[in-house]
């Protein structure tokens, strides 16, 4: 039982780490959406997966695993892990099975249907044999993150009225923008993408 609640401990802590803003999800799969591809359909997007201070590794495209640049924009889902489920047991094991994975999709062409970023991500947890499993694939990846996946919550800033602020102050906004994709020839869609930082000048008036 004591072994059970520290489990849960580490796990809570190293939750409360995840960083939405900076990009940071520690022990986590992390999931984007595609354009287009995604709307089409809803289970198939861009994967990656996280080192243990958080830093996004994906395999981006022909002999490119991309670092703390996550192509197709930042996280809207993550998965996150119990390292404690890590065969080899902690952190360096975790880290050393996601370079080697890194490492080795750095040599790979970039095949959509059977060699893709799900797979580079299986290769990573196979490395480490997570939860005493070497049987990881994209499959299995794609419908546990699908069913496991949370989605993103963005913080909010109270933004204090005054004389000069515009009309709705003193409401929560969200911190996100509008990013705007080009697709195709003259098309184009939207989609929210979270603000790197907020101005200094909003973070000091909407602290209390």
Not at 26 to 51: E, K, N, Q, R
Not at 90 to 100: E, K, N, T, Y
């Amino acid at each position: 039982m004591a072994d059970l609640a520290e489990k849960k401990e580490n796990y809570h802590i190293a939750s409360e780490n995840i960083n939405p803003l900076a990009a940071r999800f520690p022990h986590c799969i992390v999931w984007t959406p595609i354009p287009v591809l995604s709307w089409l359909f809803p289970f198939i997007g861009h994967m990656g997966i996280c080192t243990s201070s958080g830093v996004i590794r994906d395999f981006a495209g022909p002999y490119f695993v991309s670092e703390d640049n996550m192509a197709f924009g930042k996280p809207t889902k993550y998965w996150m892990l119990d390292v404690s489920k890590v065969y080899a047991g902690g952190l360096s094991a975790w880290d050393m099975a996601v370079h080697d994975a890194s490492e080795e999709y750095k040599h790979r062409m970039h095949n959509l249907c059977c060699d893709n970023c799900h797979s580079h991500v299986a290769m990573a947890l196979n490395l480490m044999r997570y939860d005493n499993s070497a049987s990881w694939n994209m499959v299995k990846l794609c419908l546990l993150v699908l069913l496991h996946g949370k989605h993103v919550s963005f913080p909010t800033v109270a933004v204090p009225c005054g004389n000069q602020e515009p009309a709705g102050c003193g409401m929560r906004r969200p911190v996100v923008r509008l990013q705007k994709l080009a697709v195709g020839r003259g098309g184009y869609l939207y989609t929210l993408r979270p603000v790197r930082r907020l101005p200094n000048s909003l973070i000091s008036r909407a602290e209390p």
